[in-house]
C-alpha cells in the first residue's frame, strides 16, 4: 500500500516536471516569435542592450552646463568608482542611523495630507538599537575667542577653508541653511534608513503637489530665463535636480500590483515625470556635480571624522571606505573639479544674492514639516539637510567663513546618503533612461507590463 503511493507521488512529480518543461519551451517559443516584431525581450523582461547600439546611445553628452566635468565621464566614473563605494558606505551602521523630528507642526498650513499605503509609516529605532556612541553629547567645539585673529592684520588671519580643517570632534550647531533646530535632541529620534527605503508610498493629490508647488513658486523661480545670472539659476537647478531624482527613485521602485504586493521599475512613469523634460535631467546630474563638490573640498575633515559606533570592525571599514572614496585616483583624473564654486558670488550682488538664497532655501527646509507622509518627509528632510550641508560646505553664511568648517555628525550622515540617492538616480536614468524613453514615445510597450503573456506564463511556473 505503502509502495503504491510512493509509485503515484513519483509519477506525479515526473508529470509536474515535464509541465514546467514544457512551459519553458513555450517561453523560448513566445520570446522568439515576439523578437520578429519588437525590441529583444530577456527572460526577465529586461530589454537586451545588442538589439541595437544606436538607440541605446546615451543622448546627453558635453559638458554639463555650469560645471567642470562632461555626462560620458560622469556616467563611467559612477558606475565604475562611486556607486558601488556609496552603496556599501551607507550600509555601514555609521551612515544607517539617522536622528529626526518626524512629528513636527506645518508652519504654513494645516496638515492634511493622508498616505493609502502601510509603506508610508517610519520604522523608529528602539534606544537599544542604534549605536552607544551616539547617545553620548556632542563636543562643543573651539571657543568663540579661539577662532578670532587680530584684527586689522591680514598676516594674522587665519586660513579657514575647510579643506585644511582637522577633525576635533562632532559639534553641536546649527545648519544655518536649514530650519531644523539640530540640537533639540528631546524631539528628534534615530530611524535605520536601511529599514525605511525611498520608494513609493501612494502619497499623491493636492497635498503632495502643494509642497512642490509652494517649494518653487515662492522660493525660487519655475522658469528662470536666459537672462538670470548663474547665482539666480543656483537654487532652481538644485531644487530641480533633488526633485528629478526622488522622482525616479519613487519610478524605480514602484507598486506595480497591490492586490499581489508586486514592486518594480515603472518606466513610463519616469518617462513622463523626467526623462519628458531634457532640462530636469540636465538638473539632475548638475546637483549630483554640485554635492560631490562639496564632499571632495571636506576631503580633509572627512578623512580625519570619528566614525566611532563601537563596533571597531565596521567602524574601521567605515573608515576605509570614506578615505577609497575621497582619494581614489580614478576620480581624481576624471573629474578633479566637479564643481567649481569659486566662480560665484564675484559681482557688487554677491553677498546679496548669497544671503537671499540661503533664506530661500531655509523656507524650503520649512517646508519638509508639511509633507503628509512620513517616510516622504523623513527622506525630504535627509536630503534637504544633506544640500543644505553641501551648500555650508561650498558657501560662507553671513560672512562668517568658520561656519562650514563645523559639520554635526547627522550632516555628514544626511550628505553622504544625498550623494548615494543621487548617484542611484543618475546610473538608473543611465541605464534605463533609453527604454523608459521608447515606452514613453509609444515605440515599445512595457516588458514589465502585467499584459505580458510572457510575464504571465513564468510567473505562473514560480507559484507552482
Known sequence: MVESEVKKSEKSEKMRWKWVIGAFIAIIIAIALASRSSPKISLFGQTDKSCSCSQDKHKYSGIVADCCCDYETVDH?????????????????????????LWCDCPFWPDDGMCRLRDCSVCECPESEFPESFKKP??????????????GKPEAAVDR??????????????????NDDETDNSEMT?????????????????????????????????????ELCQEEKLLYKLISGLHSSISIHIA????????????????????DRVLKYPNRVENLYFTFLFVLRAVTKATDYLEQAEYDTGNPTEDLKTQSLMRQLLYNPKLQAACPLPFDEAKLWKGQRGPELKQQIQAQF????????????????LWGKLQVLGLGTALKILFSVNGQEHLGQELQRNEVIALI?????????VKFVHEMGPAAERIGEGKISSPAGLDNPVQKIWESIVKK
Open 77 to 101: 566614473i559612477n558606475k565604475e568608482v562611486l556607486h558601488p563605494l556609496l552603496q556599501e558606505l551607507v550600509k555601514t551602521p555609521f551612515f544607517r542611523y539617522f536622528k529626526v523630528k
Open 138 to 151: 556632542y563636543h562643543r567645539g573651539l571657543p568663540s575667542d579661539d577662532l578670532k585673529c587680530q584684527e
Open 161 to 178: 577653508t575647510l579643506d585644511s580643517k582637522a577633525f576635533r570632534g562632532w559639534t553641536e550647531t546649527d545648519n544655518p541653511w536649514t
Open 190 to 226: 534615530y530611524v535605520n534608513l536601511q529599514l525605511n527605503p525611498e520608494r513609493y508610498t501612494g502619497y499623491t493629490g493636492p497635498s503632495a503637489r502643494r509642497i512642490w508647488d509652494a517649494v518653487y513658486s515662492e522660493n525660487c523661480p519655475k522658469y528662470p530665463s536666459e
Open 252 to 271: 524605480s521602485d514602484y507598486l506595480l500590483d497591490e492586490a499581489t504586493n508586486l514592486w518594480g521599475h515603472n518606466l513610463k512613469l519616469m518617462y
Open 362 to 377: 531655509k523656507n524650503i527646509s520649512a517646508l519638509m514639516d508639511c509633507v503628509g507622509c512620513e517616510k516622504c518627509r
Open 417 to 425: 546618503n544625498l550623494l548615494n540617492r543621487l548617484s542611484e538616480s
